[in-house]
């Protein structure tokens, strides 16, 4: 299974909710990632978690959440959020850094959200 | 990592060979090219990556000239399916999370 799936493909919310996004990867990876994508820009690294904890945090505003609940799940909640964040979320997965194996990043095929 | 440098669109036809050029002038000795690839509404899929040696996989193949600074991927046979958005990628292999992505190629193949 070389999959990365994310819940849900699509999410309109409003200024006040709270929502959030779901990753999940089941190739035994130890690094997972959200990637924020504005249309017609490349995507750009918002948070690392390798081995469950976060390892990266690229200063993104506390309205975006991050939680890993185990080696294979991803979440991404989401809180008071600005209509400048509707974008596609990415998530992915690697081996991590200094296993000495690939280390390519597998992608999911992202949330779009629209915050209104 | 180095910067890259990538034209902002190609076009090929379908069943010819794409040439897609990255320059990496300032690559560094330990710095690997990794190409990954975009198709519209998914997620980006890696493609190939290399040090110094050309590499081949069952997606593509990498030329890397002799003095590393510039790089093409090749896709052999384009097919309607390869228009895509090309991201070439410098960065040192299995020592970094982060992937950093310019702004890339963006490819289509005409019927």
């Known amino acids: 299974d070389t999959e990365v799936t994310q819940t849900p493909k699509h999410l309109v919310m409003g200024m006040t909710n709270k929502k959030s996004l779901k990753c999940e990867q089941h190739?035994?990876?130890?690094?997972m990632y959200w990637y924020k994508q504005k249309a017609k820009k490349p995507p750009e690294l918002m948070f690392v978690?390798?081995?469950?904890?976060?390892?990266i945090n690229e200063s993104v505003p506390s309205r975006f959440s991050p939680e890993c609940p185990n080696s294979s799940l991803l979440n991404l909640h989401l809180h008071a959020l600005q209509p400048e964040d509707s974008a596609l979320y990415l998530c992915?997965?690697?081996?991590?850094?200094?296993?000495?194996?690939?280390?390519?990043?597998?992608f999911g095929p992202g949330t779009r959200l629209t915050v209104l | 990592d180095a910067k890259t440098t990538q034209p902002t669109s190609m076009d090929c036809a379908e069943g010819r060979a794409a040439n897609l050029p990255c320059n990496h002038s300032?690559?560094?000795?330990?710095?690997?090219v990794y190409w990954y690839r975009q198709i519209h509404s998914q997620g980006p899929q890696y493609i190939i990556h290399?040090?110094?040696n050309n590499e081949t996989n069952e997606m593509a193949s990498l030329i890397i000239t002799e003095d590393r600074k510039s790089s093409t991927l090749i896709l052999p046979h384009a097919t309607l399916r390869d228009t895509a958005v090309y991201y070439c990628?410098?960065?040192?292999?299995?020592?970094?999370?982060?992937?950093?992505f310019g702004s890339g190629t963006r490819l289509l193949v005409r019927p």
């Open positions: 990628i410098v960065r040192v292999k299995d020592s970094s999370y982060k992937l950093i």
């Open positions: 300032t690559i560094s000795g330990n710095e690997y």
């Open positions: 290399g040090l110094k």
């Open positions: 992915a997965s690697s081996q991590g850094p200094g296993t000495g194996r690939r280390d390519e990043q597998f």
């Open positions: 978690y390798s081995y469950e904890k976060l390892s």
């Open positions: 190739m035994g990876h130890r690094a």
